[in-house]
């Protein structure tokens, strides 16, 4: 039996893996969530699956846990996951983004928790504004939120931590994640959900640019795929991978893709580009290639599954 803590579960990413994980009957998962942004209709019914209500700043609550549970593998996704709520909140989002990831670090170091493997899920936004295209891991880092910072330096904690004290860490940078469960709500929510959610509430989608700046959009089957390879795999320990396809998608063709697939006119409204937004972003993902990882789904296969 393995037991999985899953940090974040009721969210996008987590309840995802969670909807994973669960298809092996070896597997016993508990959730920590507080359901800031997460919903509890995400995480599916299973008497393996075990919820707790409660915020991973509650760091007593969580060494307890640690402690009394001594999970095998620790996937650490909670997160304030929003740039724009960590530029209103920056305080509160680095107790959530970095000093929770601290607390579950030396809660592991100080009792001497044997675990096989902690991932910590960082952000493509620590690569910033930096031109240098494809983003490789060891490309120029250049965080310029109060988000990318906590990401960055959690990520170097937990990478560091992992091999001062020999503990079995791994991270990760995500690109465009995208895929059903994705809340839509927010105008910073990743674009195809909003794209999506325009279409079904018969809304016409602002683009705001002129739909050239692309980006890389992941299929989350492939990012939880990813999560789960690199997470079982003693050879990926202290590192940090890119996770995203390796390819480039303009928003103008993601939108060519959608209307192909249903079928249909999607009305477009043209705006001036954000302020701050970051033209082109794509991921080099040769070292999770070379890790055992090859992404299987193509932006048109990820976009035919996630509008069916
Ligand atoms: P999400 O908001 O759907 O999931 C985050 C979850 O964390 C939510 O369920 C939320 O309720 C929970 N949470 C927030 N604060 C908490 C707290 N104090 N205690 C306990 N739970 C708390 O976002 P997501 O897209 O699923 O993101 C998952 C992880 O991946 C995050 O760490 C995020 O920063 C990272 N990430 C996501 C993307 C993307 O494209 N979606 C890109 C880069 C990185
Ligand atoms: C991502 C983060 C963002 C962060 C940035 C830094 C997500 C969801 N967003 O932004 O918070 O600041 O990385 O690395 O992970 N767009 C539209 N119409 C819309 C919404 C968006 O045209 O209604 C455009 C945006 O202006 C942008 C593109 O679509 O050019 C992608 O936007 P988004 O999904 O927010 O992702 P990033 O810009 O990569």
Same mark, same amino acid.
């Given at each position: 039996?393995?037991?999985?803590?899953?940090?974040?579960?009721?969210?996008?990413?987590?309840?995802?893996?969670?909807?994973?994980?669960?298809?092996?009957?070896?597997?016993?998962?508990?959730?920590?969530?507080?359901?800031?942004?997460?919903?509890?209709?995400?995480?599916?019914?299973?008497?393996?699956?075990?919820?707790?209500?409660?915020?991973?700043?509650? /760091?007593?609550?969580?060494?307890?846990?640690?402690?009394?549970?001594?999970?095998?593998?620790?996937?650490?996704?909670?997160?304030?996951?929003?740039?724009?709520?960590?530029?209103?909140?920056?305080?509160?989002?680095?107790?959530?983004?970095?000093?929770?990831?601290?607390?579950?670090?030396?809660?592991?170091?100080?009792?001497?928790?044997?675990?096989?493997?902690?991932?910590?899920?960082?952000?493509?936004?620590? /690569?910033?504004?930096?031109?240098?295209?494809?983003?490789?891991?060891?490309?120029?880092?250049?965080?310029?939120?109060?988000?990318?910072?906590?990401? /960055?330096?959690?990520?170097?904690?937990?990478?560091?931590?992992?091999?001062? /004290?020999?503990?079995?860490?791994?991270?990760?940078?995500?690109?465009?994640?995208?895929?059903?469960?994705?809340?839509?709500?927010?105008?910073?929510?990743?674009?195809?959900?909003?794209?999506?959610?325009?279409?079904?509430?018969?809304?016409?989608?602002?683009?705001?640019?002129?739909?050239?700046?692309?980006?890389?959009?992941?299929?989350?089957?492939?990012?939880?795929?990813?999560?789960?390879?690199?997470?079982?795999?003693?050879?990926?320990?202290?590192?940090?991978?890119?996770?995203?396809?390796?390819?480039?998608?303009?928003?103008?063709?993601?939108?060519?893709?959608?209307?192909?697939?249903?079928?249909?006119?999607?009305?477009?409204?043209?705006?001036?580009?954000?302020?701050?937004?970051?033209?082109?972003?794509?991921?080099?993902?040769?070292?999770?290639?070379?890790?055992?990882?090859?992404?299987?789904?193509?932006?048109?296969?990820?976009?035919?599954?996630?509008?069916?």
């Amino acid at each position: 039996m393995k037991k999985i803590l899953v940090t974040g579960g009721a969210g996008f990413i987590g309840s995802s893996l969670v909807d994973e994980l669960i298809k092996d009957e070896g597997n016993r998962i508990t959730i920590v969530d507080d359901l800031s942004m997460g919903k509890r209709d995400n995480i599916p019914k299973s008497d393996r699956i075990t919820f707790y209500e409660k915020s991973v700043c509650d /760091y007593e609550y969580m060494q307890e846990l640690l402690i009394n549970e001594k999970f095998n593998y620790i996937y650490h996704l909670a997160a304030v996951a929003s740039v724009a709520d960590s530029i209103e909140r920056p305080a509160y989002t680095h107790q959530v983004n970095l000093e929770s990831t601290l607390n579950i670090l030396e809660t592991v170091r100080i009792n001497k928790l044997a675990i096989t493997k902690m991932l910590f899920s960082s952000s493509a936004a620590v /690569y910033g504004d930096d031109p240098t295209l494809p983003k490789k891991e060891i490309s120029p880092i250049k965080p310029k939120t109060p988000y990318a910072i906590d990401k /960055y330096a959690s990520e170097q904690f937990v990478l560091r931590y992992g091999e001062l /004290y020999d503990i079995q860490t791994v991270a990760v940078r995500f690109f465009n994640v995208y895929g059903p469960k994705q809340n839509p709500k927010s105008p910073y929510s990743g674009v195809l959900s909003i794209l999506k959610d325009s279409i079904d509430n018969n809304r016409s989608f602002k683009v705001f640019g002129d739909g050239e700046q692309y980006r890389d959009f992941v299929f989350i089957n492939d990012v939880v795929g990813a999560i789960i390879h690199l997470a079982t795999s003693s050879k990926c320990v202290h590192e940090v991978y890119n996770v995203g396809t390796g390819k480039r998608t303009s928003l103008n063709n993601v939108i060519k893709d959608f209307k192909e697939i249903l079928s249909s006119n999607i009305p477009i409204e043209y705006a001036n580009s954000r302020t701050g937004d970051i033209k082109y972003s794509y991921a080099d993902i040769q070292k999770l290639l070379d890790s055992g990882y090859t992404p299987k789904y193509s932006v048109t296969q990820g976009l035919r599954l996630y509008l069916k």
